[in-house]
């Protein structure tokens, strides 16, 4: 046997990763697709790379040395049941089989029990950054055992984008942790995306300017702390001219967006922990709503503000750069929010499953090589080694001054959107989430009283211990209940 690594599924994403691998000092790839014309492709097309092409899973497993190490790139869901179990069929206690798909997290935390049951390692990792984070580096989040890292560990780094000398890649926590972390990453990528398009939708409707001049904002946003390179493609994009027909690209894209679950799997797993993820879950519902063509057929005609109400929008060329700046820094709070929401996801996560996930640490991976890198994860990184417990990531030191910096700008920029009837969800749900930690009491007492009155489920009460029921169906006294809620 002459590799040491090998992939299972050679599409878009496998064949890259195989790539990278076999660019790099040391490696000999193993490779094998179900369908072989895409392993005979890859080793016709790149002469150069260490490639051992395998026909059958046989094969495959033979031409590995032990421990046994194997990254499956395939379709999530059957195909990957379809792949270990036939890797399992090949394969010796002590080997390791990596799933670099986007499985749900569940399914990996099923999956590694399974696979343990027979002595083999099983590891999910999450891969961020497209086609081309998998051909240059992508970021890493792997699960999985710690025996496993240890042979895992030093290929994964040789491959992982690196950032600021560190590679991004760590092991992320046992079994499906690292799947977990991904899923969350791309929630915060819904959000990130979300926001950007909000900024740029009242950034065209309020100045009047082309998607050309905005991206020219864009381009100056990212020399500053909004530097990320969702930022910079969102320029590259707005700057784009049709060929066809001469317009911006932007105006003759279908405004309806598509998505492939992760985001929505974000929220339901957020629902579930009883995490407010609002403005991750408002991005995905934002991108719902686009995609209800029929529905927003109907809508067209429904009331916007009058015209009387002295609430038409538009800023003067005076006003322009005053109320471009009141959009960024509308984006940067609110950013900081759905970051905020995610990592407190990711900790509540832990906490239901068991995993010791160093927070910080995952800032870091996420610098380079995933669709959310940006400067401004080193922030979050910093916060967490000032406070490794931090119970809420916008509360330290740093985010605090920026929120307040920040929040006079968000708030005129949330009350002018609706008074002039722009759809702005993920700005005014993050301020109101914002405002929601932020307050002293919160009308929560009043549905309690609510569901005291109508299901008993009692209420306690702020100047005693105890749980409360008042008998509103009889005199109206109140009495100490058992705890049932
Ligand atoms: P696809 O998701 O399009 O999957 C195609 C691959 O799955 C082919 O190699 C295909 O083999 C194989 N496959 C299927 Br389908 N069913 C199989 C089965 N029953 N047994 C064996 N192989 C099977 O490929 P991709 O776009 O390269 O993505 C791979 C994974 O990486 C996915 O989980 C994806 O979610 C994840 N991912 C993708 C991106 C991205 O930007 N595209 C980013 C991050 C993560 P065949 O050639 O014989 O049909």
């Given at each position: 046997?002459?590799?040491?690594?090998g992939?299972?599924?050679?599409?878009v994403?496998g064949?890259?990763?195989?790539?990278?691998?076999?660019?790099?000092?040391?490696?000999?790839?193993?490779?094998?697709?179900?369908s072989?014309?895409?392993t005979?492709?890859?080793?016709?097309a790149h002469?150069?790379?260490?490639?051992v092409p395998?026909?059958?899973?046989e094969?495959?497993?033979?031409?590995?040395h032990?421990?046994?190490?194997?990254i499956?790139?395939?379709?999530?869901?059957?195909?990957?049941?379809?792949?270990?179990?036939?890797?399992?069929?090949?394969?010796?206690?002590?080997?390791?089989?990596?799933?670099?798909?986007?499985?749900l997290?569940?399914?990996?935390?099923?999956?590694?029990?399974?696979?343990?049951?027979?002595g083999?390692?099983?590891?999910?990792?999450?891969?961020?950054?497209?086609?081309?984070?998998?051909?240059l580096g992508?970021?890493?989040?792997?699960?999985?055992?710690?025996e496993?890292?240890?042979?895992?560990?030093?290929?994964?780094?040789?491959?992982?984008?690196?950032?600021?000398?560190e590679?991004?890649?760590?092991?992320?926590g046992?079994?499906?942790?690292g799947?977990?972390?991904?899923?969350?990453?791309?929630?915060?990528?819904?959000?990130?995306?979300q926001?950007?398009a909000?900024?740029?939708?009242l950034?065209?409707r309020?100045?009047?300017?082309?998607?050309a001049?905005?991206?020219?904002?864009?381009?100056?946003?990212?020399?500053?702390?909004?530097?990320?390179?969702?930022?910079?493609i969102t320029?590259?994009v707005?700057r784009?001219?049709?060929a066809?027909?001469?317009?911006?690209?932007?105006?003759?894209?279908l405004?309806?967006?598509?998505?492939?679950?992760?985001?929505a799997?974000?929220v339901q797993?957020?629902?579930?922990l009883?995490v407010?993820?609002?403005g991750?879950?408002?991005?995905?519902?934002?991108?719902?709503?686009?995609?209800?063509?029929?529905?927003?057929?109907?809508?067209?005609?429904?009331?916007?503000?009058?015209?009387s109400?002295?609430?038409e929008?538009?800023?003067?060329?005076?006003?322009a750069?005053?109320?471009i700046?009141?959009?960024?820094l509308?984006?940067?709070?609110?950013?900081?929010?759905?970051?905020?929401?995610?990592?407190?996801?990711?900790?509540?996560g832990?906490?239901?499953?068991g995993?010791t996930?160093?927070?910080?640490?995952?800032?870091?991976?996420?610098?380079?090589g995933?669709?959310?890198?940006?400067?401004?994860?080193?922030?979050?990184?910093?916060?967490y080694?000032?406070?490794?417990?931090?119970?809420?990531?916008l509360?330290?030191?740093y985010?605090?001054?920026?929120?307040?910096?920040?929040?006079?700008?968000?708030?005129?920029?949330?009350?002018?959107?609706a008074a002039?009837?722009?759809p702005?969800?993920?700005?005014?749900?993050?301020?109101?989430?914002?405002?929601?930690?932020?307050?002293?009491?919160?009308?929560?007492?009043?549905?309690?009283?609510?569901?005291?009155?109508?299901?008993?489920h009692?209420?306690?009460?702020?100047?005693?211990?105890?749980?409360?029921?008042?008998?509103?169906?009889?005199?109206r006294?109140?009495?100490?209940?058992?705890?049932?809620?």
């Amino acid at each position: 046997p002459s590799a040491n690594i090998g992939v299972v599924g050679l599409a878009v994403m496998g064949s890259n990763l195989a790539r990278n691998l076999a660019s790099r000092e040391g490696n000999t790839v193993a490779i094998f697709n179900r369908s072989s014309d895409k392993t005979e492709h890859l080793v016709q097309a790149h002469p150069e790379a260490e490639f051992v092409p395998a026909f059958s899973y046989e094969d495959f497993a033979d031409s590995l040395h032990k421990p046994r190490t194997a990254i499956i790139m395939v379709k999530a869901g059957k195909g990957t049941d379809a792949v270990i179990d036939a890797l399992v069929n090949v394969f010796e206690p002590g080997d390791i089989i990596v799933d670099g798909g986007n499985a749900l997290f569940t399914d990996t935390i099923r999956r590694e029990k399974a696979v343990r049951e027979t002595g083999i390692n099983f590891v999910g990792a999450g891969i961020s950054g497209g086609e081309e984070g998998a051909l240059l580096g992508p970021s890493i989040m792997p699960g999985g055992s710690d025996e496993s890292w240890v042979t895992l560990g030093p290929i994964l780094k040789s491959i992982a984008a690196i950032a600021e000398g560190e590679p991004c890649v760590t092991h992320v926590g046992h079994d499906g942790a690292g799947h977990f972390v991904k899923m969350v990453h791309n929630g915060i990528e819904y959000a990130d995306m979300q926001l950007i398009a909000e900024a740029y939708d009242l950034i065209r409707r309020g100045t009047g300017r082309t998607p050309a001049e905005i991206a020219d904002v864009f381009a100056e946003w990212n020399t500053g702390e909004l530097e990320s390179y969702l930022i910079e493609i969102t320029a590259e994009v707005l700057r784009q001219t049709d060929a066809a027909t001469g317009l911006p690209l932007v105006d003759v894209i279908l405004d309806q967006a598509g998505a492939k679950g992760t985001g929505a799997w974000t929220v339901q797993t957020a629902l579930d922990l009883g995490v407010p993820v609002s403005g991750i879950a408002e991005a995905v519902f934002a991108r719902s709503l686009s995609s209800h063509p029929e529905q927003r057929a109907v809508s067209r005609e429904l009331p916007g503000p009058s015209a009387s109400s002295g609430t038409e929008f538009g800023v003067t060329a005076q006003d322009a750069e005053t109320f471009i700046e009141d959009v960024r820094l509308a984006l940067y709070a609110s950013k900081i929010v759905a970051y905020s929401q995610g990592f407190d996801e990711i900790r509540a996560g832990a906490a239901q499953y068991g995993w010791t996930i160093d927070l910080g640490a995952i800032a870091k991976i996420w610098r380079g090589g995933c669709i959310i890198r940006a400067q401004f994860l080193n922030r979050i990184s910093d916060a967490y080694a000032q406070t490794p417990d931090l119970p809420v990531l916008l509360t330290a030191p740093y985010f605090v001054e920026a929120l307040g910096r920040a929040q006079d700008s968000w708030r005129r920029i949330v009350s002018t959107a609706a008074a002039a009837g722009i759809p702005a969800p993920a700005f005014s749900s993050s301020l109101s989430y914002y405002d929601g930690l932020r307050a002293e009491r919160l009308p929560a007492a009043l549905v309690q009283g609510q569901r005291d009155f109508f299901g008993a489920h009692t209420y306690k009460r702020i100047d005693k211990e105890g749980t409360f029921h008042t008998l509103w169906s009889g005199d109206r006294t109140e009495i100490e209940a058992e705890d049932t809620h």
